[in-house]
């Protein structure tokens, strides 16, 4: 799809719905939806930007384990499940392949979770029962965030205690001998509210060597110091272990099977725990001025056995961090309109040590990489009329990495070395609120991302790699029709320059990060969900993503990893008042693998899937069962090809499983 006939499509949409809304703009009374994409919160047809909520009800009333599973549904966004076992879920959004970590951000309560290095994101460590709600902003937000944000942010907003104390007990099982117990208390007395869980999962996971157990507990805490002026505490902790099984080539599958792991020993533990305080206020005189202190650390022990051929197999890897993010918003109005402006500030102090062993358990090599990072920020958005506003912002970013490595092998020189790369973001828009939660948009954008500290190394230091830079523009319609229709439409086009990518014929053919001249990134997301009669609801989703290199020996070819096409449909019907069933159909477009940046092999083909959900909900008993993948299609979420070596492997994908679970509160 070319990019006039995008642009056609998207304009005709968006007059044809703004004319029916305003014929249609009666005096329904609909339910507010409140977000946060800006820092503060706000209406959701006051966001101009394509934004899925994810709402309490909605998470409570599906059948599923886990917050990754759903964001299966959202248009644009592609989960897959590396291992089976749900330790290594990669959420891609807007088609970024394997280095979709690096260029969505994810945040939990305003804090970032994503990693320094090129670990990822670990889903599990996000308990489904305390999440209040899921907000999920497309379209590059680098001035108010900061690197990564290139595709867009996953905010994930957990719940705070309220009312009087309560005990919320709950367990799972499910194929492949998974099991889940949890507990959490909460509530809340005068000012002071609370919020204590704890978990433990486990699991043997699809194929061989696929394994999963791990502890989680977690508290948040809030307290009212006057009337104007709140603390919050929260600090989690988490210790997990799991299974790398590694991929397969199509003769081990045919000669083993979809479950056969041929590193049966590789594994790794982890342990992660952080801190977050901070204060919000309200100063008549100056604005809502708000201050955020975080601290995590996290170790990892990895063992590649099998997978890194005996070369130096155990590798253990620690990552600290210091985040304090002040920030203030000030209502003022401007010749007589309404207008906020939000000024920010945002600093990162980042510990990585990386040890590597070799198969005596003697020390080969360690690398120290200190990353700071300092970024301020503005953002004003001024009402022209009382629902049109104009929306403008402007961000620095300076970051300064220091390389520190000793190889007491000999083999490698030692680095003693640093960097400080720097960016600028912006962004223009408008937004139209033409009726209740309904709204048209256009933005401009520029956005960033700083290389991952394991992205300058390939045996030796590569500080040449550049910031990866992304101008795009948006466009897009939010409408409700009455209560009975919503629908969301949005055509982006992002053109990126220095893109960092995993270059498979780099350091030798065994690959390391490198910028791509220029590519592009543009699409449709448009979802829908239809109340046929108050128990029935039909939703579906549909994105087109169109990922390509536009220069230098790849110009034309396509990213590897990015489906073209993504769709979803499903039913939701209630019945007898307490029941829900949930039938769901998702599709998945075919890909190049990983590695194929030429696009020579064929494609690994698209697949189709399908949910059955049952919901029982009774006053504070929740009863829930899902069968995943009903049909038991073979499919792989994962595979690689090797440019050096031409292996081709395969990681299966679960096939059917099924899961059950009880929650009650007392």
């Known amino acids: 799809m070319n990019t006039l006939s995008l642009s056609k499509i998207v304009v005709a949409a968006l007059l044809g719905l703004v004319i029916y809304g305003d014929l249609q703009a ?130 994930i907003i957990t719940k705070r205690g309220k009312g009087k104390p309560q005990f919320n007990i709950g367990t799972e099982i499910g194929s492949f001998d998974r099991n889940l117990e949890k507990l959490s208390f909460s509530g809340s007395q005068d000012k002071f509210s609370y919020l204590f869980n704890g978990s433990r999962e486990s699991t043997h996971g699809y194929r061989n060597n696929s394994f999963f157990k ?48 041929k590193y049966g020993d590789d594994r790794a533990t982890d342990k992660d725990y952080y801190f977050m305080a901070g204060t919000e206020s309200q100063i008549p005189w100056l604005g809502q001025l708000s201050f955020d202190a975080s601290y995590r650390r996290k170790e990892v022990n990895s063992n590649l056995i099998g997978g890194n051929g005996g070369w130096n197999p155990t590798r253990l890897s620690t990552i600290e961090t210091l985040g304090f993010t002040p920030k203030i918003k000030i209502d003022r109005q401007i010749l007589g309109q309404d207008n906020n402006l939000i000024l920010g500030v945002d600093f990162y102090r980042d510990f990585y040590r990386s040890d590597n062993l070799d198969s005596s358990n003697v020390l080969a090599d360690i690398t120290h990489i200190n990353k700071d990072s300092l970024g301020g920020y503005l953002q004003n958005e001024f009402f022209i009329l009382k629902n049109l506003s104009l929306l403008g912002g402007f961000r620095y970013q300076a970051a300064r990495y220091a390389f520190n490595y000793h190889d007491f092998t000999g083999w490698y020189s030692d680095i003693d070395d640093k960097t400080t790369p720097n ?23 520029k956005s960033f991302r700083f290389p991952a500290t394991d992205e300058f190394f390939t045996g030796t230091l590569n500080t ?9 523009l948006e466009g897009g319609i939010r409408h409700n029709f009455g209560d009975w229709l919503h629908l969301e439409i949005s055509g982006y086009r992002m053109k990126i320059t220095d893109e960092l990518f995993t270059d498979p014929t780099a350091a030798g053919g065994l690959g390391a990060t490198s910028n791509y001249d220029k590519t592009i990134h543009q699409g449709i997301d448009s979802s829908f969900n239809f109340k046929v009669i108050d128990s029935l609801d039909f939703y579906g989703n549909y994105s087109y ?81 899902k069968i995943s993948n009903l049909f038991g299609q073979d499919y792989y979420e994962y595979a690689t090809y090797g440019a050096f070596s031409g292996n081709k492997l395969y990681y299966p994908a679960a096939g059917r499983s099924f899961n059950l679970k009880c929650d009650f509160k007392f």
């Open 423 to 445: 960016e600028k973001a912006y962004n223009f828009g408008l937004n139209y609120k033409y009726w209740d939660d309904s709204n048209v948009f256009f933005n401009l954008n």
């Open 545 to 625: 993503q169109d990922a390509t290199f536009l220069k230098s020996h790849l110009g034309g070819k396509r990213i590897p990893w990015v489906p073209t096409q993504k769709a979803g449909l499903g039913l939701k019907f209630r019945f007898l008042n307490d029941f829900t069933v949930d039938l769901s159909e998702s599709y998945i477009g075919s890909m190049y693998r990983i590695n194929d940046v030429q696009n020579a092999l064929p494609k690994i083909k698209g697949y189709f899937l399908t949910d059955l959900g049952l919901v029982y909900k009774h006053a504070n008993l929740t009863l829930s069962a």
């Open 26 to 155: 009666a005096s329904v009374e609909l339910e507010r939806i409140v977000v946060t994409p800006s820092r503060y919160a706000q209406d959701i047809g006051q966001v101009g930007s394509s934004i899925t909520v994810i709402t309490a009800e909605e998470i409570s009333g599906a059948a599923i384990s886990g917050p990754a599973e759903l964001l299966k549904n959202v248009p644009g966004i592609v989960v897959r499940d590396i291992y089976g076992n749900g330790a290594k879920m990669s959420v891609d959004l807007r088609g970024f392949g394997d280095m979709e970590r690096m260029n969505t951000l994810i945040l939990v309560d305003g804090r970032r979770v994503n990693e320094v290095d090129l670990s990822g994101v670990d889903w599990k460590q996000i308990p489904l029962d305390q999440i209040e709600r899921i907000e999920i902003s497309r379209g590059g937000n680098s001035v108010l965030y900061g690197e990564n944000a290139v595709a867009g942010v996953i905010n």
């Open 214 to 261: 791990a502890y989680d507990y977690g508290m948040k805490l809030g307290y009212e110091l006057a009337d104007a002026l709140s603390a919050h505490f929260n600090c989690g902790f988490h210790r997990g272990t799991y299974g790398m099984p590694g991929g397969l080539s199509e003769a081990e599958i045919s000669t083993f099977g979809r479950r056969y792991s």
């Open 464 to 472: 040449g790699l550049k910031p990866q830079s992304s101008h795009g």
